[in-house]
């Protein structure tokens, strides 16, 4: 009997996993390109990570994505890291080379900027300051996008002060910190502002800060998606400026793994946004 090729799996790890959409995003592009392959949500335990990342390439398996918990553990698990991964301290995609070997990446930076050229392409690095709310990962991978794209200035606030030292200690010296009690004063002449923490999110705080000093056509994105007006993104368009969701980051980092799984670079684009939106 002629033996049958092997059809490549894909998915991503986290616990929990049953509220992530990247099952619906990368299924989407698998239907759209006829590609003979599955992305399946897995639910791993902390303790349980070690072994399956084991198991998963002898299970067909040629790569995962990882979220919440397990995108700092995983770096200690690769035996190949990026140097951006390396920089942000997390990996977001997991490659399972023939090699046998674990090459872990993040791609979350790049998802950011591609959302930003694709829904604000008249915005430039260059322009102006950055306004960044929030140090944990996702604000480490937007500093690290942002620095590589040529930013003058980072300003940034925390609820806790300390984790902005630690990223100016860990990033340099165009990042200024502002505390939490003055951030509002970050947006004067800002041409970007970030919300990067999970302040907005569905059954969170909103992000109550004043934007009184926010610049007319200046930038405004969110990195929440659910909901994708978020009250920051509402007030911020009411005060002149061009708001972007934070769903199109989603879609981009999810595309340079997409590529290396199946070998297809997929097409983020309207379908793709309403197949991850089940419209």
Do not use: C
Request: glycine share 10%.
């Amino acid at each position: 009997m002629t033996e049958l090729p092997r059809i490549p799996l894909a998915g991503v790890i986290g616990h929990p996993i049953a509220h992530s959409r990247s099952p619906l995003l990368h299924g989407h592009w698998l239907a759209r390109y006829g590609i003979k392959g599955h992305y399946i949500p897995m639910d791993v335990s902390a303790a349980d990570l070690p072994q399956a990342l084991a198991m998963l390439p002898k299970l067909g398996f040629v790569g995962v994505n990882v979220t919440i918990p397990h995108k700092e553990a995983v770096l200690k698990l690769a035996d190949v890291v990026t140097d951006r991964a390396a920089l942000i301290g997390a990996a977001n995609t997991l490659i399972f080379r023939a090699d046998g070997k674990i090459h872990a990446d993040n791609t979350d930076g790049v998802g950011f900027m591609a959302n930003l050229r694709q829904l604000a392409a008249h915005w430039q690095a260059a322009t102006g300051p950055a306004a960044l709310f929030g140090a944990g990962g996702a604000a480490r991978a937007v500093i690290a996008a942002l620095i590589e794209a040529g930013i003058p200035e980072i300003r940034i606030a925390n609820r806790t002060r300390l984790r902005t030292e630690v990223l100016k200690r860990d990033f340099g010296g165009r990042l200024v910190i502002y505390d939490w009690s003055h951030a509002g004063d970050m947006l004067a002449g800002a041409a970007l502002v970030i919300n990067a923490t999970s302040l907005g999110m569905t059954g969170k705080p909103d992000l109550r800060l004043p934007l009184d000093q926010l610049e007319a056509g200046a930038v405004a994105t969110d990195l929440v998606y659910t909901p994708l007006m978020t009250p920051f993104l509402t007030e911020a368009q009411s005060r002149g400026a061009h708001i972007v969701d934070g769903l199109g980051m989603l879609l981009h980092q999810g595309a340079p793994g997409f590529e290396r799984w199946f070998g297809q670079r997929p097409q983020v684009d309207d379908a793709t946004r309403s197949a991850v939106l089940g419209q």
